[in-house]
């Protein structure tokens, strides 16, 4: 019984660090086409601790199943036509009620409310806290990078400005402001880019895969028997590593 439960747990952490390791892949391909990702966790989505990083919070979950890797912008359907002027409504008082953002937008409450839970799905608010009374909604923290703050001086220009989760903020151009919140997006990309996010943390997956190969055969090596009956130890280059690894795995 005791060997029955030791195998389901070391089966359990062995897919759990495969998913993470997956859901890095996911991670790095859409930081590199410039999405925003709000969250990569150890564990399944719920409760978390842990730090913030370049825009996403690093952490774990009191589940350590697997993790997650929350990129910006994957929601279905069409997006709500009323994005723009409720992201500048929200960015202007920085902490608003839905019923706020309604009157200043001149929309219903329902298309309020829509498009701040699709905004918060973009990373670019926070949505309502258990201790809010209302749906209380907050304007994204801002933490200009290095680059960002040298390039602006390169050019002349003012460095840009930090701003606290629910600060309100000027907002000039409604319309750039909405643009620079859509490039983020998983969903303004071409296709081949959502492809490769998508098929990224299959090829880390892979990668990985051949990495332990050819530790297990080319570095650690393994025994033979051989016909005589005497075990010799033996190691093999990385490109039969890498084969032998994916047989073993055909065969299984």
Not at 127 to 138: Q, S, V
Request: net charge neutral; hydrophobic share 45%; charged share 20%.
């Amino acid at each position: 019984m005791l060997n029955v439960i030791l195998m389901i747990l070391y089966c359990t952490i062995v897919l759990g660090i495969l998913v993470v390791i997956h859901e890095g892949g996911h991670y790095l391909a859409s930081r590199a086409f410039g999405v925003r990702v709000t969250e990569f966790m150890l564990g399944m989505p719920g409760p978390n601790i842990g730090f913030k990083k370049w825009g996403t919070k690093f952490g774990v979950t009191p589940i350590l199943l697997g993790g997650y890797a929350r990129v910006c912008g994957m929601e279905p359907g069409e997006m709500s036509p009323h994005l723009e002027p409720v992201l500048a409504a929200l960015y202007r008082r920085g902490t608003a009620n839905m019923e706020d953002i309604a009157r200043d937008c001149g929309i219903p409450d329902e298309d309020a409310l829509k498009a701040l839970d699709e905004l918060v799905d973009w990373g670019s608010c926070t949505g309502p806290t258990k201790k809010d009374e209302y749906n209380t909604y907050r304007a994204a923290e801002v933490i200009p990078s290095k680059k960002q703050i040298r390039v602006a001086l390169e050019a002349g220009k003012p460095a840009p400005e930090r701003y606290a989760e629910g600060q309100a903020r000027p907002v000039e151009d409604a319309h750039a402001l909405f643009e620079s919140e859509y490039r983020q997006q998983y969903r303004s990309l071409p296709f081949w880019k959502r492809s490769v996010i998508l098929l990224a943390g299959i090829a880390v997956n892979l990668l990985f895969a051949m990495l332990v190969f050819v530790v297990l055969f080319s570095v650690i090596g393994f025994d033979v028997r051989m016909q005589s009956g005497e075990v010799t130890h033996m190691t093999v280059d990385p490109g039969r590593a890498i084969v032998a690894g994916f047989t073993y795995i055909g065969m299984v």
